[in-house]
């Protein structure tokens, strides 16, 4: 269900991982009534342990149950409400986006681009047995001792691919793993910066199909037009740019091809309901850390 009202007033920092132990994790107690919508500096994926809650996050809310699993990016806004008197715990897994991208490569080669290009927020279900599973490895992941890090980082990435692996079996992932190898091709050129500068001319310009065919095919396969996933991946990027650079809003326009400013600002507001300004604002300053 969409919620307009989602606006992020918090960017969580890191405050678990490190270098030589990259994955943390903690039980989250549902009680608090409060709703604050936020954005993190690193990948979290969380699992719901116990009862409901209702999950709102780039603009849309749904109600989560009991084995359900949900892989958040850093541009990802959400947050969690209560429902009623209804009691939910949830574990919290922070991951670095090294880790991630490691696992991930291990398992399918494009689970991470799969993961962090998807326009909707990657979920998949888990059992009650494969719930039980995973917390008996994070009660001796927790249990180990920090004096051995290299042993305590190896099962942290045996309990990643465990989570990875949820997801690429889960079956809305695998509706859309059997495309064509153009198609494919098409897919990673939308990823490629230069290219998404382009526009849409000159990520299709190898292919010999003509533009009705090829605009056919994406939206059978993605749902979505290539000009919606175009802009959704410049966003993508522009995200980036404004916490890693020193450019001005108005080079970062240009440099992901945006035809103004005004055009950037509008779309960039509509996807994350904040302009660039207040994006890089909240990203930036320190009394906005947790």
Not at 148 to 160: F, G, H, M, Q, W
Not at 212 to 234: D, E, N, W
Not at 267 to 277: D, E, G, M, S
């Amino acid at each position: 269900m969409k919620n307009k009202q989602l606006k992020p007033e918090w960017i969580i920092p890191d405050y678990m991982t490190s270098e030589s132990i990259p994955l943390g994790t903690k039980i989250t107690d549902q009680y608090d009534t409060s709703v604050y919508y936020h954005i993190h500096e690193y990948f979290e994926f969380f699992y719901v342990l116990e009862g409901k809650i209702e999950h709102l996050v780039n603009g849309y809310s749904e109600i989560l149950h009991t084995g359900d699993i949900v892989y958040l990016r850093p541009q990802d806004i959400h947050t969690f409400k209560k429902i009623d008197n209804t009691y939910c715990s949830h574990r919290d897994i922070i991951v670095s986006q090294k880790l991630l991208e490691k696992c991930a490569k291990t398992i399918d080669f494009n689970l991470y681009n799969t993961i962090t290009n998807s326009l909707t927020v990657p979920k998949a279900k888990l059992s009650l047995d494969e719930l039980n599973v995973l917390e008996h490895k994070f009660t001796y992941f927790t249990g180990m001792s920090m004096d051995n890090p290299t042993a305590k980082s190896a099962i942290a990435t045996v309990i990643l691919i465990d989570l990875l692996s949820c997801l690429l079996f889960s079956k809305d992932l695998n509706q859309v793993k059997n495309y064509p190898a153009w198609f494919e091709e098409l897919l990673s050129r939308f990823n490629m910066l230069s290219y998404a500068k382009g526009g849409l001319e000159e990520i299709i310009k190898p292919f010999h199909y003509n533009l009705s065919y090829i605009c056919r095919v994406f939206k059978k396969y993605m749902g979505i037009t290539m000009s919606q996933h175009l802009c959704a991946i410049r966003l993508q990027h522009a995200t980036i740019l404004l916490k890693t650079t020193n450019k001005t809003i108005a080079e970062i326009s240009n440099d992901l091809g945006f035809s103004s400013i005004s055009h950037f600002n509008k779309h960039f507001k509509n996807r994350f309901r904040i302009t660039p300004k207040e994006y890089r604002k909240l990203t930036t300053r320190d009394n906005a850390l947790l």
